[in-house]
């Protein structure tokens, strides 16, 4: 048996506060208008005399018709369990007229017609109700599997998410362990500075980006140390210039944009030939604004540096993070690979 939960309680709750607001308007107006407390009275036994059928049907079928059989798709047995059950509730108002020609009732045919008139109204109340209390269990169902469809499409997001990012902490890491591992060959000392720098990276990676959101001074200050990092595998030939101008209290998704920073290095650098990197973010009208623009050489094979995953990466991170938020304006030649993203905030 499922258990019940304080949602539950609260959804018979308001059903029960209705019903009883039907059943006590009818004798309020009486005492408001009459001030006669036996007419009251009388009002209302006569009002739940005639919705005590319509009350019983309607829960019935809202917590035990509607569940076992209407929405098992037992719609025949469901049909004959109600008209049982308006037979069994309505007997001897179903039956009356039967009495009053028993007992030779003399009426006009004219009163006839409406006692009959009245009988099929009243008929027809009920079987009105129990539509309303399918209709109102199909509604509740169809919002409960909507949230859940939601719920689970939230898991299964942020798990994506998660698994994205997971996908660059390696990548960074991996490159500038292998710059730091050349460096030590040739400056040590630089060597140890490098380590700190890249101490501070890990430090950030792994306590500082655990929100969805996170202060872009932060992402600035790790793409700047990234940067010197990976400057350390390059030589005089390859110009690396950068730009940044944000609000201190600008949020964003972690590590958003790390790598595209680590794209540019990876296809805008070569060691015999000039090259150029331009990274840039800066703040524009309650938008922030990533620019990269760098050389485009590409890698043979053989050369398995820096990421395979950048673009289509940080391209559905966005997606995730940023629908229908963000612009995505992409392009390249022989010689230059540029890339633009506006995120409005």
Request: hydrophobic share 45%; aromatic share 12%.
């Amino acid at each position: 048996m499922r258990k019940i939960s304080r949602k539950d309680l609260g959804i018979f709750a308001i059903q029960l506060s209705v019903w009883a607001l039907i059943l006590l308007l009818p004798p309020l107006a009486v005492i408001l208008t009459t001030h006669n407390w036996s007419t009251t009275v009388t009002m209302a036994v006569f009002v739940w005399g005639m919705m005590q059928s319509p009350f019983i049907l309607y829960f019935l079928n809202f917590y035990l018709l509607g569940p076992w059989l209407f929405f098992k798709r037992r719609t025949l047995v469901f049909i004959v369990a109600n008209m049982l059950a308006i037979a069994a509730l309505n007997y001897g108002f179903l039956f009356i007229g039967r009495s009053f020609n028993d007992h030779r009732v003399n009426m006009p045919d004219q009163a006839w017609i409406g006692f009959y008139s009245g009988i099929f109204s009243y008929l027809v109340l009920n079987c009105v109700v129990i539509a309303v209390a399918i209709g109102i269990r199909h509604f509740l169902n169809v919002r409960k599997i909507r949230q859940q469809l939601e719920e689970e499409r939230h898991k299964t997001t942020e798990a994506e998410l998660a698994w994205l990012k997971s996908q660059i902490n390696p990548h960074f890491m991996f490159n500038t362990l292998n710059n730091i591992s050349s460096l030590t060959q040739i400056d040590a000392d630089a060597a140890q500075d490098a380590i700190a720098q890249l101490s501070d990276l890990l430090r950030y990676a792994i306590y500082e980006t655990n929100k969805k959101q996170v202060p872009v001074s932060g992402e600035v200050e790790f793409m700047k140390n990234y940067i010197e990092l990976m400057k350390l595998r390059c030589n005089e030939k390859t110009e690396v210039r950068t730009y940044f101008h944000v609000a201190q209290d600008v949020q964003v998704a972690p590590l958003l944009f790390i790598s595209l920073v680590e794209n540019a290095f990876k296809h805008g650098v070569s060691s015999n030939r000039e090259s150029k990197i331009d990274i840039s973010l800066v703040e524009e009208h309650d938008s922030l604004v990533f620019v990269c623009e760098n050389s485009n050489y590409a890698k043979d094979d053989h050369d398995r540096s820096g990421s395979g995953i950048g673009l289509e990466n940080t391209r559905r991170r966005l997606e995730l993070m940023y629908p229908g938020r963000y612009e995505w304006e992409q392009s390249s030649d022989e010689d230059t690979f540029f890339i633009k993203i506006q995120l409005h905030l």
